[in-house]
């Protein structure tokens, strides 16, 4: 009877990259829950009270921050492998 060797251990690797993807996907959730910093009509926008406004421009945000989330996540799994092209 042959003993298997143990299996490597895979606990999750945190590394300051993944600390700032997290971040980046975090933020978002943040912003729109506190709502006392943003339930305010002043200061408009075009007409547009600032509570509307400051939700749809984190949308916008949201998008960046995922955009660059996915990238610094996909860079470090790149240099992971060993720098293989894609």
Do not use: H, N
């Not at 042959?2 to 993944?18: G, L």
């Not at 978002?28 to 007409?47: K, Q």
């Not at 749809?56 to 949201?62: H, Q, R």
Request: net charge positive.
């Amino acid at each position: 009877m042959t003993q298997s060797a143990a299996p490597p251990d895979r606990r999750p690797v945190i590394t300051p990259t993944r600390v700032i993807a997290g971040v980046c996907l975090i933020a978002p959730f943040v912003a729109m829950l506190w709502v006392s910093s943003y339930a305010r009509v002043e200061p408009t926008l075009i007409g547009i009270p600032f509570f509307y406004w400051y939700q749809m421009a984190w949308v916008l945000i949201s998008t960046v921050l995922t955009m660059v989330a996915y990238k610094l996540v996909q860079r470090e799994q790149r240099a992971r492998k060993g720098g293989g092209s894609q």
